[in-house]
């Protein structure tokens, strides 16, 4: 019981870091860099502060014993164990959810003008079957990777890294290649 709750814990405070982290990076990269009007040097400096952000949390992941900041990573972890594993790790979505709220409302918060989402550029149906392919993209492939590949950190790290930011480069012109359409503003015309 006590292992749960430690559980629940650490993802509501790694969802939080995981918001913060993706603003930390923008605003390294827009104010402290001056890169924000420079297309593919900003982009450049982008991914590689996103590919550290992504191993920094997969060794938080990995000190915490299996806290997650991303729904994706707990529902695998259902699919591959029991009944009772399964309802406990869907009982932790919730408090990621949580965690995230409360990481993107202080956002708002303390920095309003920041806050510049991905903008969806084809219709509403259309971009929720890009980034349902892409997220389905990118769960089949870390299932491969947590079924075939045991104990590497570095090589697991890596490989699922440079996959979601592949991914979220190649559905950026549509929807912002974010693979979370709760996350993608829409256009509204009036």
């Known amino acids: 019981m006590v292992r749960m709750l430690e559980l629940v814990i650490t993802d509501t405070m790694l969802s939080f870091m995981w918001v913060w982290a993706s603003v930390t990076i923008r605003i ?75 990481g993107v409302k202080l956002i708002l918060t303390t920095f309003p003008e920041i806050w510049r989402g991905p903008e969806l550029v084809i219709n509403l149906h259309q971009g929720a079957l890009t980034e349902g392919l892409l997220t389905f993209t990118y769960v089949l492939i870390t299932l491969g990777l947590d079924r075939n590949i045991r104990g590497s950190f570095f090589r697991k790290t890596w490989i699922s890294s440079i996959l979601k930011l592949s991914l979220h480069i190649l559905g950026s012109d549509l929807t912002g290649g974010c693979m979370n359409p709760a996350a993608v503003r829409i256009p509204i015309y009036t």
């Not at 593919?40 to 992504?54: I, L, Q």
């Not at 299996?66 to 695998?76: C, E, K, L, W």
């Open 28 to 102: 390294i990269v827009d104010d402290v860099m001056g890169l924000s009007n420079n297309g593919h040097a900003s982009e450049f400096f982008r991914c590689c502060f996103s590919v550290v952000n992504m191993f920094l949390f997969a060794y938080l992941v990995k000190v915490t014993n299996g806290g997650a900041y991303n729904p994706i990573a707990v529902f695998i972890s259902a699919v591959n164990g029991t009944f009772l594993v399964f309802l406990f790790n869907v009982a932790r979505i919730p408090f990621q959810v949580f965690g995230s709220i409360i």
